[in-house]
């Protein structure tokens, strides 16, 4: 039996965040490849496959509630892109899972919503997760 992963802890710059649950999602940051087929005569094709460089980032994306202290947390990443670290650590089933995103910028013009359910989406690139 496997168990969900639902409840992970996100430290932004050594600092723990509080983010709204179920918001965290992110990318490996292994790139996608291209595949397509080179044909070799008789009807037989090859495949010729490449990695896609470009593409070889994490993403890294979640939500903070909208407080007068998220807003200044959110501005203060911008600001300090690409010097920011986030780590994502969460366990399920006894088991641990752990990604850390270097070079991190905020990416998005992040828009605040203003009201009772508001929240400030934040998406981020970084090097590859290790």
């Known amino acids: ?10 430290v932004a710059n050594n600092e723990t965040v509080a983010v709204v649950a179920d918001s965290i999602s992110f990318t490996e940051g292994l790139g996608e490849r291209t595949v397509r087929g080179a044909s070799v005569g008789g009807g037989r094709v090859e495949q010729v ?9 994490s993403s890294l994306k979640f939500q903070l509630p909208s407080t007068p202290d998220n807003v ?7 600001v300090n892109n690409p010097l920011n670290v986030f780590h994502v650590a969460g366990s399920a089933g006894g088991k641990d899972m752990t990604r ?3 070079q991190a910028s905020v990416v998005n013009d992040y828009e605040v919503e203003v009201g009772s359910e508001g929240n400030i989406s934040i998406e981020v690139k970084s090097n590859a997760a290790i």
């Open 1 to 10: 039996m496997q168990y969900q992963l639902t409840d992970a802890t996100l």
């Open 49 to 57: 496959s490449g990695d896609n460089l470009e593409t070889k980032i």
């Open 72 to 78: 200044a947390l959110a501005r203060s990443w911008k």
């Open 100 to 102: 850390t995103f270097t």
